[in-house]
């Protein structure tokens, strides 16, 4: 009796067919049963609201719309996804306080894995324009991972999209130390998800050291622990009814890469808007590609707003309940249909990735392998408590304001002889001020303090129009006493725990267990306000290209 009890359990249980777990060996991916595991996607994001402005010239989105949230949404499109033949998909922004068992649950048994940016749009991000790695970022990324890590299908998880560029690679270390947090985390949940970096596309000498850099060991000892899983490069080389040997320098450049690599997104509009015909997939899903990628996602299920096209495969009705396919889509089905997966190399044959030194840095790779510590929620809020000027606003769209007052606060500070070093950070030198991994609101009342501190705490000296507070339970001791006492070892790298709400409720928005969360974009010092432009998603980037 008791044997055929379990075998009943064992027969009804198959019969879920629950969705196989993917984990990296070396360069591939393989499934639980030892079978080469491709990504045949499609990105799955509908496009968020563009300010169109000059200061915003890749058409960025400053919101979004959490599509895995959206219950009849994903109902109305899964078969349209089946149609296509995907079996994952990409979501560029989440919201980590919805409900996402509907969408996710579906999908999964439908046998669909998804890709999870981490990343929102504005504060959200790591700031190319002044990186930094925060605890407000880190909360935001592992809140997100915590509303979603009992779904099954969850493949991987970016901690960027296209943050770097050509002229911009000295944001480089704060990505990789994102790459190595969040990777800790997700060992310490015992998560096997995947930890991926989305690449624009580039020269050789941009795309190399970039590549390795976030797949290489900085300490010299072959360890993985800050290296990326998943190497995905945002290529639309591609277009129309191209040669095959269109991808040549490309599969040179990735040939001998030690993690996996794919298409994160593929798909060009330049020779066939509306009618592409795929015909990239034949080369992409085949050998000799096949011993270097696993796959890759077209772009993009929803219409993109972009200079470079529209990009849709289908259009929903104002009402929302009726899809339109295109001859893209039915061109994608068609091309997706005729693929079978290589099912080589072995997985007993293959060797596990070694992790190379970092690459130097020269005039073209400005990225230093020092990289910053793990921010730190505790220590952070222990010195703002401590801090004797703080800012405070009731105002919810703070973080434009937090932009302003910081740089004029740096000037002022500068002017009574101080610096506003120990907030800052340099990605080319790999020096991190002490406080460089606090949220920006800890940091703006650290230069507040400075600056009070500087002018014989006169009240007047924490005005800032209105912006600080004196802070009257402080002790005595200075900013930069509290700094040293709050945070004395600047350049620890710890396992990130999660931020007190997303244990409490799964996944409420990134607040701190200060009960604040506050944004990334913070002015550097002396420079006037930058302006956000983290491409969220790459739709906008073409111009790039
Ligand atoms: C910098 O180093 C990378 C390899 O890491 C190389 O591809 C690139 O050409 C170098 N750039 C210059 C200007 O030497
Ligand atoms: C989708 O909508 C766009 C813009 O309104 C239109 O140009 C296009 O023809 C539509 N495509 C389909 C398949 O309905
Ligand atoms: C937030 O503030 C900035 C700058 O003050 C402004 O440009 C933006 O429109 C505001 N956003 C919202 C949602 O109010
Ligand atoms: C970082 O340091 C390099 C080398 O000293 C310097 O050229 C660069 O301007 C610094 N970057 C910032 C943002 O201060
Ligand atoms: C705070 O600073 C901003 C920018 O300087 C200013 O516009 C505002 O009036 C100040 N006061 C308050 C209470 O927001
Ligand atoms: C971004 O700023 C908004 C308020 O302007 C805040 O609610 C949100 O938590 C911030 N995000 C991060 C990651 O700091």
């Not at 990343?119 to 592992?142: C, E, H, M, V």
């Not at 007993?348 to 921010?375: G, I």
């Amino acid at each position: 009796m008791i044997v055929i009890t379990v075998l009943l359990a064992l027969a009804s249980s198959t019969t879920v067919h629950a969705i196989a777990k993917v984990s990296r060996t070396g360069r591939y991916l393989y499934t639980d049963d030892g079978t080469r595991f491709y990504i045949k996607g499609v990105a799955y994001q509908p496009p968020g609201a563009v300010v169109a402005s000059s200061a915003n010239a890749f058409n960025e989105p400053s919101t979004f719309i959490d599509p895995l949230a959206d219950a009849a949404g994903c109902a109305r499109d899964l078969p349209f996804l089946q149609q296509l033949g995907v079996n994952t998909i990409r979501v560029y922004s989440v919201d980590s306080s919805l409900n996402h068992d509907s969408c996710m649950n579906a999908f999964s048994a439908a046998g669909i894995y998804t890709i999870i940016d981490l990343a929102l749009p504005l504060n959200g991000s790591i700031d190319r324009n002044s990186p930094a790695w925060t605890t407000n970022l880190q909360n935001q990324y592992i809140s997100t991972i915590a509303s979603f890590s009992k779904f099954p299908n969850v493949l991987a998880y970016n901690v960027g999209n296209e943050v770097l560029l050509s002229d911009a690679t000295a944001p480089a270390p704060f990505v990789k130390a994102a790459a190595r947090d969040i990777k800790a985390y997700l060992t310490s949940i015992s998560s096997s998800a995947l930890v991926g970096y989305a690449a624009i596309d580039g020269a050789a000498d941009f795309l190399q050291p970039l590549s390795n850099y976030l797949s290489c060991d900085p300490s010299g000892t072959n360890a993985g622990s800050s290296a990326i899983d998943l190497f995905g490069l945002n290529n639309y080389e591609w277009c129309g009814n191209a040669p095959t040997t269109t991808y040549d320098s490309i599969n040179s450049e990735f040939a001998d890469y030690n993690v996996a690599a794919y298409f994160s997104e593929f798909g060009s509009e330049d020779c066939n808007p509306g009618v592409r015909v795929w015909t990239e997939t034949g080369t992409l899903f085949a050998s000799p590609m096949t011993n270097i990628w696993s796959g890759g996602l077209a772009f993009s299920y929803f219409p993109a707003s972009s200079s470079a096209g529209q990009f849709g495969m289908v259009n929903i009705s104002s009402d929302g309940t009726t899809v339109t396919p295109n001859a893209d889509f039915k061109n994608l089905a068609s091309q997706y249909g005729m693929i079978s997966f290589v099912n080589s190399p072995a997985k007993s044959s293959v060797a596990a990735s070694s992790f190379p030194a970092c690459p130097s840095a020269n005039s073209s790779w400005a990225a230093s392998d020092t990289l910053p510590p793990t921010p730190d929620n505790a220590a952070c809020a222990c010195l703002e408590d401590a801090l004797s000027c703080q800012f405070h606003t009731s105002s919810s769209n703070y973080s434009a304001l937090v932009g302003t007052l910081t740089d004029t606060a740096c000037s002022l500070l500068g002017s009574s002889g101080g610096t506003c070093a120990d907030i800052s950070g340099n990605g080319t030198t790999g020096v991190y001020g002490r406080l460089d991994m606090c949220d920006p609101i800890t940091k703006l009342s650290y230069v507040f303090s400075q600056y009070f501190e500087l002018n014989g705490r006169q009240p007047s000296a924490c005005s800032f129009d209105g912006n600080g507070t004196v802070n009257g339970g402080a002790p005595s001791e200075t900013a930069l006493a509290a700094a040293k006492s709050c945070i004395p070892n600047p350049s620890a790298v710890v396992t990130p725990s999660a931020p007190t709400a997303a244990v409490s409720s799964a996944g409420s928005s990134g607040s701190g267990s200060s009960g604040r969360s506050n944004e990334a974009m913070s002015g550097n010092a002396m420079l006037s306000i930058t302006l956000v432009v983290v491409c969220m998603v790459a739709s906008a980037c073409w111009t790039m290209l």
